[in-house]
């Protein structure tokens, strides 16, 4: 199946600091990938949609400018959490739509867990 | 409401023996996808199985098989051969319409425990 790739899995930062991941769809092109955030024995809480050279489209009540998207080409999103505290904590979860291929699966990164000291 | 339900936080199996996990869901679009991932301790969303609305017949990947019931809107995932591998979080999901890049809808998910 397609590959989806998510850099870091793991990160621990020190509150105020600005942390970037990154999301590539390995052997397939991605127009559309999604970012999720995900809480301790909780479901996928989607963040927002990113579209390749467009804005990204945010669910509601998720800061933009708290979470900055790009997605600047057809294989590579990346999510910055800018100025992160501790109750940015979560598991983060990307994942690409393969348009072209059978089903209109999504396919996931394996995640990045982030800890704000 | 809820796109869909998943009302079975938790649930045991016998190795080898079959499990059915429930998922219902809620849309008025005659146009949707259904999925079923499969979530280990390690935290990647694994892609098990998909069901799409005008699919005649019941999908089926490996051990796994989706029973589709489009007049009670339902979508179980059975698993046969239970093995203790299967042991993780599982989420329903649920793509409406056509468009292909619409987002999904998840589950509260199902813990499935193993036991040998």
């Known amino acids: 199946g397609a590959v989806v790739s998510q850099h870091p899995s793991r990160v621990i930062c020190k509150s105020g600091t600005s942390v970037k991941i990154e999301c590539r769809s390995l052997d397939f092109q991605a127009t559309t990938m999604f970012w999720y955030r995900q809480f301790p024995k909780q479901s996928l809480m989607l963040m927002a949609t990113s579209n390749e050279g467009s804005k990204a489209t945010y669910e509601q009540g998720v800061e933009k400018d708290k979470f900055l998207i790009n997605h600047a080409s057809l294989t590579l999103s990346t999510l910055t959490v800018t100025s992160a505290h501790p109750e940015d904590s979560s598991f983060y979860i990307c994942?690409?739509?393969?348009?072209?291929?059978?089903?209109?699966?999504?396919?996931f990164g394996a995640g990045t867990r982030l800890s704000v000291l | 409401a809820q796109k869909i339900t998943q009302t079975q936080p938790g649930m045991f199996v016998q190795e080898k023996e079959a499990v059915t996990l429930d998922c219902t869901y809620d849309?008025?679009?005659?146009?949707?996808?259904l999925f079923w991932y499969k979530q280990p301790s390690s935290g990647e969303m694994i892609f098990l199985i998909y069901?799409?609305?005008?699919?005649?017949q019941n999908a089926t990947e490996g051990r796994y098989s989706l029973n589709f019931q489009k007049a009670r809107k339902s979508a179980n995932l059975v698993i046969s051969a239970s093995q203790l591998g299967d042991s993780a979080m599982y989420f329903c999901?649920?793509?409406?319409?056509?468009?292909?890049?619409?987002?999904?809808?998840f589950g509260t998910g199902t813990s499935l425990t193993v036991i040998p």
């Open positions: 994942s690409a739509h393969a348009g072209g291929l059978a089903k209109n699966i999504q396919y």
């Open positions: 849309t008025s679009d005659p146009s949707y996808g």
């Open positions: 069901q799409g609305s005008y699919d005649q």
């Open positions: 999901a649920m793509r409406e319409g056509s468009n292909t890049g619409n987002q999904f809808y």
